[in-house]
């Protein structure tokens, strides 16, 4: 499976913005799809991820700024992010089957700056 992100870019804080994920084939529902971040000099960090028949996951850091979608048929998941601070900048990686065994896209910069 190939995911393809994008979305990222220069984005001013206190504003939002939308990152996209398609996959190369269909993944079902009920595995789980998310959205993973780096910082330099930092672990990967969960932002959301979503399956079928359970609620999103959101990490602490976004949890009230974030909102995880997914649309199965277009085999995509999206990530809304609102109220954006300098500390959101970072690479944003789509995953798709967790982050242990799961397929990774080759992530998305997001800068948060002024």
């Known amino acids: 499976v190939q995911l393809q992100a994008s979305g990222g870019g220069l984005v001013q804080p206190g504003g939002s913005l939308r990152l996209s994920c398609v996959a190369s084939?269909?993944?079902?529902?009920?595995?789980?799809m998310g959205w993973y971040r780096q910082a330099p000099g930092t672990q990967r960090e969960l932002v959301a991820s979503i399956r079928s028949g359970r609620d999103p996951d959101y990490g602490a850091s976004v949890e009230d700024r974030a909102t995880i979608s997914r649309d199965n048929a277009k085999k995509s998941v999206y990530l809304h992010l609102r109220n954006l601070r300098p500390e959101d900048t970072a690479i944003y990686y789509c995953?798709?089957?967790?982050?242990?065994?799961?397929?990774w896209g080759q992530g998305t910069l997001v800068t948060v700056s002024s």
């Open positions: 995953n798709a089957g967790g982050p242990r065994n799961g397929f």
């Open positions: 084939e269909s993944i079902h529902s009920s595995i789980r």
